[in-house]
């Protein structure tokens, strides 16, 4: 199916609630936050709950590999019924039947919810063969599955389209999700999660065990300063497009880019020592990204 196609299922009959379960992870950003537009926070939470059950999946307790790929693998399923018209499985109804009605009433492309489903396969898979990333290019494939389609799903919403402003959207999503890894070292590594290319730490002679030990050496440091870098020229590349959407949904896409953008002076301040401490976002940080956002 192309990814830009939309599907129109019909709606299946289902006791479960049709309104997504709420947001209860630790979030930099902004979901579904009073700067969205009220119609649409409903249909934002249906996305979330989607991607961040299957992400849980894919993350969160002991299941093993083979475990996790068999329930991502029934979750597809599901996704794949919904958008059919059928009724999902009872195991996620309370995620499947508010997004069905979601795919129903705004015609979301069905492909890029696929598209984040491929990537969290992928995350279990190179974690149980203890494998990394190649390169940038290797790794911006993995961005475009799993951070991109959520920005080109929320300009769907927007009615927002246009070449340049899919490919800012992706900017956007790309940098936000670098700056979480580059954020979130120190609890990947220890989990077998390598996103620091291998080409990258070649460059700036960055030695693996010293890596995997969470050890701040200046070459370390170096490729990690390197990476944040890579990451907010992403950011910045694609920030114009907060003036493209409309009112509170321009307001809180500023928010965002601007918390990306705050994690990643975090990271870069802390001068490598990420690998074993997590930069978080507190009260001043947030007054920070307001004013910026003020002036952008």
Known sequence: MNPTQSTSPAAAPSTAPAVAPPVTH?????????????????????????????DDIADEGDALPAER??????????LSAIAEGHAPSPRWAD????????????????????????????????????????????????CRRSANPVGRLLLHLYGVDGEKALSQSDDI???LQLANFWQDLSVDIPRGRHYLPR???AAHGACQAELLELRSTPENARLILGVAAWARASMLRGAP?????????????RLVVQGGLRI?????????????????????????????????
């Open 173 to 175: 999503c790309t940098a």
């Open 95 to 142: 995620v499947f039947v508010p997004l069905q009605a979601v795919l129903v009433s705004h015609h979301l492309p069905v492909p890029l919810l696929a598209d984040l489903l491929s990537a969290f396969a992928q995350d279990v898979e190179k974690t149980r063969d203890a494998d990394g990333y190649a390169d940038r290019t290797e790794l911006l494939d993995y």
């Open 199 to 201: 080409e990258d730490c």
């Open 69 to 78: 790929l068999t329930d991502l693998a029934a979750f597809n399923a599901d």
């Open 26 to 54: 630790y979030e930099n950003f902004p979901v579904a936050s009073l700067l969205c537009p009220p119609h649409l926070r409903p249909v934002i939470a249906a996305i979330y709950a989607f991607a961040r059950t299957a």
């Open 264 to 296: 990643l002076d975090k990271v870069q301040a802390l001068k490598g020592a990420s690998l074993h401490t997590r930069p978080r976002l507190n009260p001043w940080d947030w007054c920070v990204m307001l004013g910026r956002a003020l002036v952008m």
């Open 241 to 253: 497009l907060v003036h493209r959407l409309p009112g509170r949904a321009g307001w809180e896409l």
